[in-house]
C-alpha cells in the first residue's frame, strides 16, 4: 500500500502529464485569454512578472510546486480519492483553483466526490470547459480537449 506521500507523488505526475501539453510552455510571461498574466507551464501568480524571461528550470520548478499545492488542496478538502480521480481533479484544480473540489455550495462535482460519486464527479469535468473572455463566458477548445482528458483519467480511477 502506497504511503500518502508516494500517492500525492504519483497523482502529481499524471497531472502533470496532463497539464504540460495543455498548458505548453511560455519562458515570457503572458495574458492568456481571461486575461491572467500566466508563465511557464500555466503559473499564475503576484509573482508573476510581466515580460520577464524565466529559465526552464524555474519554470519546471514552478509547475513542481503549482502541482504538489494542487494535489494537496483535493487531498484537503476530500482526502482518500483513488490516485488517477486525485490526478484529474487535482490537474483540473491548478488550472481552474479549488472552487470545483471544494466549494460544495457552488460545484456539482464537490458534492458528488463528498457523497463518494466518484464516477458523477468525473463526469461533472466536461462542464467546466469555460472561461470569462471579454465579460461573456464561453467554452475554450483548449479547456474542452482538457477536461476530456481529466474525465478519461479519472474514470479509470473509478473501476
Known sequence: MATP??????????ATIIAVPAEGIRQIAYYDPPGILTV????TGADVVAKRLYSMD???????ADMQKAVATVERCVPGLPVPVLAA?????FNLGPTLV?????????RMLYAGDLVGA???LPRW??????????????LTKRRAAERSLCLTGTT
Open 5 to 14: 506521500k508516494q500517492r500525492a507523488a504519483a497523482a502529481a505526475v499524471l
Open 89 to 93: 481533479f487535482a490537474d483540473a484544480v
Open 102 to 110: 471544494c466549494s460544495r455550495a457552488s460545484s456539482t462535482a464537490a
Open 58 to 64: 524555474e519554470c519546471r520548478a514552478l509547475l513542481t
Open 40 to 43: 511557464c507551464y500555466g503559473h
Open 122 to 124: 468525473c463526469n461533472q
Open 129 to 142: 470547459d469555460k472561461a470569462r473572455v471579454l465579460g461573456a463566458m464561453v467554452a475554450l477548445p483548449g
